[in-house]
């Protein structure tokens, strides 16, 4: 069975621009969560989108958005980059929901210059 | 305001020895709590998880326990391995499948052979 598969793996922008990230979850898997990871705050929920509604959301501005497809993809993008946009975003999927165990692609390292 | 804690950055062990992480959680509304790992240029990967009407759960060498009036669960892994080096996040969750996971920050573990 294929795993969770993100990209661009590593991509790099400039303060202002706007950034598109793909997540395909495993097949069957119907919730896909969006996680950042930085250095100094370890993974921060950012949302979880479940049938192609968005469940739940973190605590991150509106520039951060996401949306999930009829066959389970999903996508996140944020607008107007900022330096502190810089991470690596991780997509993440599970059959049902955040039942415990979320299964993790590699991630998107993002820098923004 | 940080819901799950992690305040040891680095732990550094023998081969052969016991690794324990730890992990500390303010909410007392979690009841389910999960051992990711995470190696370089990889997702995290579930580990163990417990909940909170056990307060131990083994798995080979891992054993996480889980002290709900301290607020405290610890995974230790025996004996450790080199392969073990990674950075370990704790994560926890209300109830399993409807909210989002809690990570800490991150452990990171270093067994020198």
């Known amino acids: 069975k294929a795993g969770v598969t993100q990209t661009p793996r590593y991509l790099i922008k400039t303060r202002g621009q706007q950034v598109t990230l793909s997540c395909s979850p495993i097949s069957g898997h119907r919730s896909v969560s969006w996680y950042q990871q930085t250095p100094g705050q370890g993974l921060q929920f950012l949302f979880e989108?479940?049938?192609?509604?968005?469940?739940n959301k973190g605590n991150f501005p509106g520039r951060f958005s996401g949306r999930q497809f009829s066959n389970s993809r999903s996508e996140m993008n944020v607008s107007t980059l900022e330096l502190g946009d810089s991470a690596l975003y991780l997509c993440?999927?599970?059959?049902?929901?955040?039942?415990?165990?979320?299964?993790f692609g590699e991630g998107s390292r993002l820098t923004v210059l | 305001d940080q819901q799950v804690k992690q305040n040891s950055p680095s732990l550094s062990v023998q081969e052969g020895r016991i690794s324990i992480l730890n992990c500390d959680y303010t909410n007392s509304m979690f009841d389910y709590f999960l051992w990711y790992k995470k190696y370089p240029a990889e997702g995290p990967t579930f580990l163990i998880s417990?909940?909170?009407?056990?307060d131990k759960n083994e798995d080979g060498r891992f054993t996480v326990f889980l002290n709900k009036s301290a607020k405290h669960l610890s995974l230790h892994i025996v004996p450790s391995q080199p392969g073990d080096s990674a950075v370990y996040f704790c994560?926890?969750?209300?109830?399993?499948?409807?909210?989002?996971?809690?990570f800490g920050k991150g452990t990171r573990l270093s067994v020198i052979a």
């Open positions: 417990i909940s909170s009407i056990k």
């Open positions: 994560a926890a969750s209300e109830y399993p499948g409807n909210t989002p996971l809690v």
């Open positions: 989108y479940f049938s192609e509604t968005q469940r």
């Open positions: 993440a999927s599970s059959p049902q929901g955040q039942t415990g165990e979320l299964f």
